[in-house]
């Protein structure tokens, strides 16, 4: 059964870089992709980045300047970094397992982190 | 970045009823998309993927559609467990969602 669950601080001073952890289940990353997506309150959905299975990594272009994704395959954990961090970054912070084809798109979600930022 | 428009942001429709929810692509997607459904407090659940595939447990209720740059959700027989709010997402680069419908009870 294919798992993810996101962990984090909860609360992040403005100006800050946040750490995220997506640990997976069920799964190898090694031959599996995930990816970040974020969640504004009340508000739709962006894509942030992948890790592909090969480790290599793609970004949104608007927050590709403050973001990092890396991974440990030995702990089955994939890493958010993003620094500079602002009011607007205030989201439900999800990990997903890409689908099987072509494409990124997302097969299967964890249960999502609130991430605020306040001072 | 190819924009996704999603209609309508707001849905009302009795027990039973066929609902349809559209989103239009600023280009051309070649049937790069999926929909997600999200209850309130969850996280997204995948629907459809590659325009009209349905994932593994979806209920077949549940129907995508479309080509080019307009693309279709239906919901057959709407169940009150439906009550949610339905995403679209283009995955023919990097992805983009729409912005959202909200499904309600009549």
């Known amino acids: 059964q294919v798992q993810l669950k996101e962990s984090g601080p909860g609360l992040v001073q403005p100006s800050q870089t946040l750490s995220l952890t997506c640990t997976v289940s069920?799964?190898?990353?090694?031959?599996?992709?995930v990816s970040w997506i974020r969640q504004p309150p009340g508000k739709g959905l962006e894509w942030m980045g992948v890790?592909?299975?090969?480790?290599?990594?793609d970004y949104n272009s608007a927050i590709k300047s403050r973001l990092s994704i890396s991974r440990d395959t030995s702990k089955s954990q994939v890493f958010l970094k993003m620094n500079s961090l602002q009011t607007e970054d205030t989201a439900m912070y999800f990990c997903?397992?890409?689908?099987?084809?072509?494409?990124?798109?997302?097969?299967?979600w964890g249960q999502g982190t609130l991430v605020t930022v306040s001072s | 970045d190819i924009q996704m428009t999603q209609s309508p942001a707001s849905l009302s429709a009795s027990l039973g009823e066929t609902v349809t929810i559209e989103c239009r692509a600023s280009?051309?997607?070649?049937?790069?998309l999926a929909w997600y459904q999200q209850k309130p407090g969850k996280s997204p659940q995948l629907l459809i993927y590659?325009?009209?595939s349905l994932h593994t447990g979806v209920p077949s209720r549940f129907s995508g559609s479309g080509s080019g740059t307009q693309y279709s959700l239906k919901i057959n027989s709407l169940q009150s467990e439906d009550v949610a709010s339905y995403f679209c997402?283009?995955?023919?680069?990097?992805?983009?969602f729409g912005g959202g419908t909200k499904l309600e009870l009549k």
């Open positions: 997903a397992r890409n689908g099987d084809t072509k494409g990124i798109w997302f097969a299967y």
């Open positions: 069920g799964l190898s990353l090694t031959s599996n992709s």
């Open positions: 890790i592909w299975s090969n480790g290599g990594t």
């Open positions: 280009e051309d997607i070649y049937n790069g």
């Open positions: 590659n325009a009209n």
């Open positions: 997402q283009q995955y023919y680069n990097y992805p983009t």
